[in-house]
């Protein structure tokens, strides 16, 4: 079985930065793909952003050239850096990893963009 915890939201201003981290826990050979969802109050939650473990990564077109995501095995990490942010990029993100037919989710992390 698999744990994510992620960590790192926080109140920033329009046009600023935040990075999310994403920690693996468990049976971590399993993991195929982590990556990052958001969900707005009343919304449905949607995928930000992904990477496989071959490297492979996916975004959402509204976040395309100032999200990147980034991952380093030796700490089983996740990371999500997030530049340029707008107030539309408020939610509560969710670090998720797939594996073996299973999807683990994290707590969330509150992202706030305002002035």
């Known amino acids: 079985q698999v744990q994510v915890a992620e960590s790192g939201g926080d109140l920033v201003q329009p046009g600023g930065s935040l990075r999310l981290s994403c920690v693996a826990s468990?049976?971590?050979?399993?993991?195929?793909?982590m990556g990052w969802y958001r969900q707005c109050p009343g919304k449905q939650r949607d995928l930000v952003a992904s990477i496989t473990n071959l490297g492979d990564t996916n975004y959402a077109d509204s976040v395309k050239g100032r999200f990147t995501i980034s991952r380093d095995d030796a700490k089983n990490t996740v990371y999500l850096q997030m530049n340029s942010l707008k107030p539309e990029d408020t939610a509560v993100y969710y670090c998720?990893?797939?594996?073996?037919?299973?999807?683990?989710w994290g707590q969330g992390t509150q992202v706030t963009v305002s002035a």
């Open positions: 468990g049976i971590i050979f399993r993991i195929s793909a």
């Open positions: 998720f990893a797939e594996g073996g037919n299973k999807v683990a």
